[in-house]
């Protein structure tokens, strides 16, 4: 079993559209959680940063993390053609100066104009 | 502030060559990690460099090997490649540990 599992999509939707992103995970000692965006042949771009349990909110994105369910979520609102891209959540450890992050394998999102 | 920056962008060896990835840190950030990515899949960690040294390292072989020199700069050796070696390597920069910030990745390919 992966430690952090993530449906790979695609995922399609009609611009304007509230998109949710979901990961769930096996190691209940994870407590940084992250969301990276990725375009195509292009290194991951970090969208969202969150410690511990809760809602984090910028802009049109919000992030949650349940950590008794071991789940976190991406919701994106108003959603882009430009938000087309490869969604990933990673996450670590509470470990200083150790910077091991586990990654979902990605969800591909696609808005369509 | 300039961001993390790679060479080279693209690749190509043969099976059983050497390569060197080079990578420069985001200003201030003294912690570099490196990831491989296949194709379709997450990124998976290699190793990281603290301080010039390495202080944690995935489930890789010896043949991937790695420096990180004073201004915190840093290589990816990866010895005898093989096939499976072909994917995008990512390094990561960070400085308060808790937040990682990629390069745009140099392409490998091992044919």
């Known amino acids: 079993q992966k430690e952090v599992e993530q449906d790979p999509g695609p995922l399609s939707v009609p611009e304007g559209a509230i998109v949710s992103l979901n990961c769930t995970y096996s190691n209940s000692a994870f407590q940084y959680f992250m969301w990276y965006r990725q375009y195509s042949r292009k290194g991951p771009e970090l969208l969202m940063y969150t410690y511990s349990s809760g809602n984090k909110e910028d802009g049109r994105f919000t992030a949650q993390v349940d950590k008794s369910s071991k789940y976190i979520s991406l919701f994106i609102r108003d959603s882009q053609p430009s938000d087309s891209a490869t969604y990933l959540c990673a996450m670590k450890r509470p470990l200083n100066n150790f910077n091991k992050f586990y990654f979902g394998s990605g969800t591909k999102l696609n808005v369509k104009p | 502030e300039t961001g993390v920056t790679q060479s080279p962008t693209h690749l190509i060896k043969t099976r059983g060559q050497q390569v060197t990835l080079r990578c420069s840190s985001q200003s201030g950030h003294n912690t570099v990690s490196w990831y491989q990515q296949a194709l379709g899949q997450g990124p998976q960690f290699i190793f990281q460099?603290?301080?010039?040294?390495?202080?944690g390292r995935g489930n890789f072989p010896p043949r991937f090997s790695g420096l990180q020199f004073p201004n915190y700069s840093s290589e990816l050796n990866v010895n005898a490649l093989e096939l499976d070696d072909s994917a995008l390597y990512l390094c990561?920069?960070?400085?308060?540990?808790?937040?990682?910030?990629f390069g745009p990745g140099t392409r490998l390919t091992v044919l």
């Open positions: 460099y603290y301080r010039e040294e390495e202080n």
């Open positions: 990561a920069s960070s400085g308060t540990y808790n937040e990682q910030f």
